[in-house]
Structure formats: C-alpha cells, structure tokens
C-alpha cells in the first residue's frame, strides 16, 4: 500500500506564492490534481518516476512548476502568480509503472488533500 503524505497548502493573497509537497512511500509516476468547491477534480500537473517527463496543464502553464526529487520519492508542485481561480482542495496521487500519468483513473493512490485559498 503506497502511502502519500501532502504539506504546504495555506492561504495566500492573490499574487503570491506556495510550493506543495508530497511524500510517498514508494517511487512512482505522480500528478497533483484539485478540486474547487462544487467542480470536478482535474489534473494539474504530473511528472514520471524518474522526474525526466513532465506535463503541466494550459490553466497553470507558466505558473505552476512540477518536480520529483527521486532520492526522497517526493514530488513538488510549485505554485507562482497565484490567481484566486487557483483556489481549491489539492491532491497527489501515484500511479503504477514508470510512464508520465495523465488518465484520473490511472492512479491508484492518493494523498489526504491539502487546501489551498487564495485571496483576492
């Protein structure tokens, strides 16, 4: 059973910065997805387990960076130019294999959520 262990969420005013980290028990392809209040969760970013692939989506293109430190299995979604848009419950998750994840239903494991308000 792969354990996720996510930090870093707060608030922040509109502008500012926060980076999110997650902790898993295992290496293992990762993505970071949120879920505003009411709204469907969506895919944010996703890295491969060796870190080297990485996808971040149009809505934080620019803004939001992925990385994956492979000697402590964890994962880091760092988080500039913050929008209120941005506001929401974020969550890592792993999925099997080695691959770059992008399919919601891929992964299998999934961190606690962590939430992130950003004020305007």
């Known amino acids: 059973q792969v354990q996720l262990v996510e930090s870093g969420g707060g608030m922040v005013q509109a502008g500012g910065s926060l980076r999110l980290s997650c902790a898993s028990s295992?290496?293992?392809?990762m993505g970071w997805f949120r879920q505003p209040s009411g709204k469907d969760r969506e895919l944010v970013a996703a890295v491969s387990w060796t870190g080297g692939n990485k996808y971040v989506a149009d809505t934080v293109k620019g803004r939001f960076t992925i990385s994956m430190d492979t000697a402590t299995n964890t994962a880091y979604l760092q988080m500039n130019s913050l929008k209120s848009s941005d506001t929401a419950v974020y969550y890592c998750?792993?999925?099997?294999?080695?691959?770059?994840?992008?399919?919601?239903?891929?992964?299998?494991?999934w961190g606690q959520g962590t939430q992130v308000i950003v004020s305007s």
């Open positions: 295992e290496r293992h392809p």
């Open positions: 998750a792993a999925a099997p294999g080695y691959a770059l994840t992008l399919e919601r239903q891929a992964y299998d494991y």
